[in-house]
């Protein structure tokens, strides 16, 4: 996200032959074309539980007004994204994501809470669903979580940890997935991820499998990369440590910048944002226009590319 939020993800000038965009084409879906994904930058793509709702950020070039979006699917078909309830305006709002019994809703803002503009920085913000709306939100207390600086892809797990990304002296690269304990709006015990994923480049966009057997990330500034920054993956082995970080190459990564994982819950797809122009091939070049659009691949297919353990 901090890439996004300076407004320089730029896709690197790198060529995919015929053959590897007919391989993507075939793997990679366009998500709800020019309804979730338009010619306006859409990112960070979460669903809920039955896979009906999905909500996701929409910003103009340049990632200027912030804004989160719902849409319902029905018959196949999504409806027209509009803002959350809670959506203001004055303030820029991203990074959604649901806790795990879908009732809080974690995402980052330059929110004040005396509702002055000209905040620099982002927190970690949350919003309670009363009667199937989203709630007044109020930033996540607790010691040392929100910084001056910016906080970003925050993920609540069952184990009630809260995972986020920062650029804090207290890492060990430009940004690094920290958690902290989360209890009754609070979090405490702030401390690093796990090893698997900081390393000293970027990484931030974490999130998890329901089932906790998967976890993914998005990197940048860290050697192996396609382009811009890629998706990493790690998966659960048997005695319950996770794998080194797999990158999955040109089947799910592009020579662009790709970002924002997210699993659906029924474990069939993996979500994610991307700026590419090359893959899936059918889609219109008025959507396919150089901005961020959502995409989805199976988890059949990420599995079986898991198999060939491409290690890096």
């Known amino acids: 996200m901090k890439k996004l939020l300076l407004g320089t993800a ?35 793509p979460v669903l809920s539980r039955n896979g009906k709702t999905m909500y996701f950020v929409r910003a103009h070039e340049g990632f200027e007004d912030m804004k989160i979006m719902v849409s319902h699917l029905s018959k196949g078909q999504w ?6 309830s809670f959506s203001d305006d004055l303030f820029n709002d991203s990074d959604p994501s649901l806790s795990p019994d879908g009732k809080t809703m974690f995402f980052i803002t330059n929110r004040t809470t005396d509702g002055q503009v000209g905040k620099k920085d982002l927190d970690i913000w949350q919003s309670q669903l009363v009667n199937g709306i989203w709630a007044t939100p109020t930033p996540v207390l607790g010691d040392k979580v929100n910084s001056k600086g910016d906080e970003l892809g925050p993920e609540l797990r069952a184990d009630e940890y809260l995972y986020f990304n920062s650029g804090r002296k207290s890492g060990v690269g430009s940004s690094d997935i920290f958690r902290a304990k989360y209890q009754d709006g609070s979090a405490s015990q702030m401390e690093l991820a796990p090893e698997e994923v900081n390393t000293t480049a970027f ?27 890629d998706i990493y993956i790690c998966y659960k082995l048997k005695d319950n440590t996770w794998s080194k970080p797999v990158n999955l190459g040109a089947s799910l990564n592009s020579s662009a910048f790709d970002f924002t994982p997210h699993f659906s819950a029924d474990g069939r797809y993996l979500y994610f944002a991307s700026f590419r122009k090359d893959a899936p091939v059918n889609a219109s070049a008025e959507v396919q226009n150089g901005q961020s659009n ?17 290690l890096l």
Do not use: H
């Open 294 to 310: 959502i995409y989805r691949i199976s988890m059949k297919e990420v599995n079986r590319l898991l198999k060939k353990k491409t």
């Open 10 to 44: 730029v896709c690197c000038v790198f060529g995919f032959s015929a053959s590897a965009q007919q391989k993507n084409a075939a793997s990679i879906e366009l998500v709800g074309e020019k309804l979730i994904s338009t010619p306006e930058n859409e990112f960070n």
């Open 79 to 84: 409806s027209e994204p509009v803002a959350v």
């Open 203 to 229: 990484e931030g966009d974490i999130t998890f499998s329901t089932d906790g057997k998967y976890m993914a990330w998005a990197a940048w500034e860290r050697d192996g990369v396609l382009g811009e920054g």
